[in-house]
């Protein structure tokens, strides 16, 4: 076996191990250097003797420094750093960046459906909105007899979803903060995967009332809502309603209508540029940033070139290459925007008395990533190179094209439901460690870090960027089948895995306000 090892910088003083398996004691490097002990998969060696206090570099940064002295060839464990204070959030480089202009990315096209709005889905879904948890198994019993008796008379519909969520009563819903849970559920209902058609399910006594989550004017389509009593809802106290299966047939009644909406619609051609693309990277290691990350950023590039819209998130997964992205706004209007959403999250993670480095998890650890500081490093990658043209607050709705700063917590469920609500019709999410997350209302597209996870989750991983680490493909090649994959995605030609097993995470709403 030839011992493998990867640096990302010439600045670096620590590489990562390639080989399964890892490495053994004795094992001598190309460079001439032999381990001193055993170093695992994605682990970090030491190149240089590093002293007590030394910083220890990757991605040509310190991710911490040497809380005692590491001889040459020794593991760099997370135990052996201490990690390094936060970046200030004054002083920064403000839109100092400015690449050279790519050319547009022309004459790539897909099968969508295009929206009375103007927005463009990649699939035809029913959605059936709820103000309040307490509807969930209503609605989900709903659900079912829809798909089993309903669906089948309908086959241009994809599918039926119950949008269920844990909020709507028990909270505190004009408080500081609530507006984002509001706003949040509001704008899924209207994601453009689901054509427009707005139906709720309401139970009639809840503190978020139907005429609150969807006020008029909220529904930007022509004619849907001319009143109040416009808004399609279905309230399980009605008097109307005596018994369980007279709600059930209520709820029935009305997603026929939606239905035949939904079957009339037809695909068409439109650019590349309707795509609306949300990254987002879980159950990371330390093979994130090298290989799936980077050629996500490739990809996220040639999807701004195409002119579409893509958006990176998860604010503690970036804030400390947050000088990295204010050096790229377009202006210095978005890089505060930027900054004012860092700080607000600190101050968020300040009041429940933790910071960022909470968000370590131990898997990650345990594939390598030592702290949340050589993790932001590999998350930020899947921003690409372009220009930041824009920054959304979460539950906000995306209205520009290009590459936005959509900030979310860094939870998987909570990212991937405020991209849903910004707008998003397809998800790529990398993963190191392996993860089934998925998504009802759109497609994902899962991408492996690392052959092996790809070998043995070989019907769960869509595409294995782990070729990159073993030198049978390079980034721009894993981009450029990533770009051509979304696009098949896209069209309805091609399902995702988590499609064809139907694996989808609940939504979870982001809600910093307090619980009553």
């Known amino acids: 076996m030839i011992p493998l090892t990867i640096s990302m910088n010439e600045r670096d003083n620590v590489a990562i191990v390639a080989n399964d398996g890892g490495l053994a004691a004795g094992t001598t490097l190309s460079s001439g250097l032999t381990l001193k002990e055993h170093v695992p998969q994605g682990h970090k060696v030491a190149l240089v003797d590093l002293g007590i206090n030394a910083p220890v570099i990757r991605y040509g940064i310190p991710i911490g420094y040497a809380a005692q002295a590491i001889p040459a060839g020794s593991w760099v464990s997370e135990m052996l750093l201490k990690m390094p204070d936060a970046r200030e959030l004054d002083n920064l480089p403000i839109a100092t960046v400015k690449p050279a202009p790519q050319a547009p990315l022309e004459g790539y096209t897909f099968e969508g459906y295009r929206n009375a709005d103007g927005s463009v889905g990649t699939r035809n879904i029913l959605a059936i909105t709820t103000t309040v948890q307490c509807v969930s198994g209503v609605v989900d019993y709903a659900v079912q007899r829809i798909k089993a008796e309903l669906l089948p008379k309908y086959p241009n519909v994809d599918d039926v979803v119950g949008i269920e969520h844990t909020y709507g009563c028990g909270v505190a819903i004009d408080a500081e903060g609530a507006d ?106 330390a093979f994130s940033g090298v290989t799936a990350n980077p050629a996500v950023g490739f990809c996220t590039d040639l999807l701004v070139r195409a002119g579409a819209s893509v958006m990176f998130s998860e604010v503690t997964e970036v804030r400390d290459g947050i000088d990295q992205l204010t050096s790229r706004a377009t202006t210095p209007e978005v890089a505060q925007a930027m900054i004012d959403e860092m700080a607000w999250y600190d101050a968020y993670l300040k009041r429940g008395k933790v910071d960022r480095s909470a968000n370590t998890t131990p898997g990650n650890k345990k594939g390598g990533l030592s702290n949340i500081v050589e993790k932001a490093m590999g998350s930020i990658i899947k921003s690409g190179t372009s220009p930041i043209s824009g920054v959304l607050s979460p539950g906000n709705k995306l209205k520009q094209k290009g590459l936005i700063f959509a900030a979310t917590p860094a939870s998987d469920f909570i990212c991937g439901t405020l991209q849903l609500a910004a707008g998003m019709n397809l998800h790529v999410f990398t993963t190191g460690r392996g993860t089934p997350y998925g998504l009802a209302a759109v497609p994902v597209i899962k991408v492996a870090t690392r052959t092996d996870l790809a070998r043995r989750w070989s019907d769960l991983m869509d595409i294995n960027a782990g070729k990159i680490a073993d030198g049978t493909a390079t980034i721009e090649d894993i981009g450029w089948e990533m770009f051509h994959l979304m696009l098949e995605v896209a069209s309805g030609r091609k399902k995702t895995f988590a499609e064809q097993w139907k694996l989808h995470n609940a939504i979870s709403l982001f809600n910093p306000a307090p619980v009553t």
């Open 180 to 285: 984002i849970p509001i706003r949040t559920l509001r704008n899924i209902s209207l994601n453009p995967n689901f054509g427009g058609e707005v139906m709720v399910v309401s139970l009639g006594c809840e503190k978020l009332q139907p005429n609150r989550l969807l006020p008029p004017g909220s529904i930007p389509i022509k004619d849907q809502r001319g009143s109040d009593e416009a808004l399609d809802v279905v309230c399980l106290q009605d008097d109307e309603h005596v018994g369980f299966m007279s709600m059930i047939d209520s709820i029935m009644d009305s997603a026929k209508v939606h239905l035949e909406k939904l079957n009339a619609r037809r695909r068409e051609t439109v650019p590349a540029s309707e795509l609306v693309v949300g990254v987002q990277c879980g159950g990371s290691d």
